[in-house]
């Protein structure tokens, strides 16, 4: 990941259009390390039943895993506590989390088949 940082940074800089020396929002940064992770198949909650995704899932609502934006660890998502609670709730709602408050970005979206 350290060889694509700079890359990534100089990419968010121009989208952004600041100039090199102006300040950036680490938060917006935190963002830029998530990505989407297809769920493949085995348990939902370990890390290995998911695999990168260069775009966004088209998948919304279903009470099967799609995908999850997650925390990009060595090409494997990193599952925090928030995200495994999301995922929880999507598979029993079926619906995209989470829910609330109303308008959240959505970490784990879901599908109708297996």
């Known amino acids: 990941m350290t060889g694509?940082?700079?890359v990534m940074i100089s990419s968010f800089i121009n989208r952004r259009k600041l100039k090199p020396r102006?300040?950036?929002n680490l938060?917006?940064?935190n963002e830029m390390s998530r990505a989407w992770y297809y769920y493949i198949e085995g348990d939902p909650f370990e890390a290995s039943s998911y695999v990168y995704s260069p775009c966004r899932p088209g998948c919304r609502e279903g009470y099967n895993?799609?995908?999850i934006y997650a925390d990009y660890h060595s090409g494997l998502p990193s599952l925090?506590?928030?995200l495994i609670f999301y995922i929880a709730d999507?598979?029993?709602t079926g619906l995209p989390q989470p829910q609330v408050p109303a308008g959240a970005k959505k970490y784990v979206y879901m599908?109708?088949?297996s």
């Open 27 to 29: 938060s917006t940064l």
């Open 22 to 24: 102006q300040s950036i």
């Open 4 to 6: 694509r940082l700079p």
């Open 90 to 92: 999507g598979l029993e």
């Open 111 to 113: 599908k109708h088949y």
């Open 80 to 82: 925090s506590d928030n």
């Open 65 to 67: 895993i799609c995908s």
